[in-house]
Nanobody
Framework: EVHVVESGGGSVQAGGSLRLSCAAS????????IGWFRQAPGKEREGVAC????????YYVDSVKGRFTISSDNAKNTVYLQMNSLKPEDTGVYYC???????????????????????WGQGTQVTVSS
């Protein structure tokens, strides 16, 4: 059973930075993608960034390009989301998820899509004040 745990959320002022961590364990497959999603109050959950296990390629939605960086530390089975130049509109609950399907299909230039991801963490709150 895949187990996913996020950490690192908090409250910052606009322009500040946070680094989220996603610890994933219990893998029985080699090829996967890990995605970060977020859900703002009153809005649907949206994909933010993803990374493939096969080639470490990364993809971002337009609203975070140039500000967020996703990376992985395979030795620690951990994926990070470095968030810089945070804006109030980045506020929300951030979720990490694992796609057990083919990563070339689930982590593309369009970013991660919720329906393609199978194993989810409980989420971590990020609040950015103006």
């Amino acid at each position: 059973e895949v187990h996913v745990v996020e950490s690192g959320g908090g409250s910052v002022q606009a322009g500040g930075s946070l680094r989220l961590s996603c610890a994933a364990s219990g893998f029985t497959f080699d090829d996967y993608a890990i995605g970060w999603f977020r859900q703002a109050p009153g809005k649907e959950r949206e994909g933010v960034a993803c990374i493939r296990s096969t080639d470490d390629n990364t993809y971002y939605v337009d609203s975070v390009k140039g500000r967020f960086t996703i990376s992985s530390d395979n030795a620690k089975n951990t994926v990070y989301l470095q968030m810089n130049s945070l804006k109030p509109e980045d506020t929300g609950v951030y979720y990490c998820a694992v796609s057990e399907g083919g990563p070339y299909a689930t982590c593309t230039s369009s970013g991660p899509l919720e329906d393609d991801y199978d194993d989810w963490g409980q989420g971590t709150q990020v609040t950015v004040s103006s």
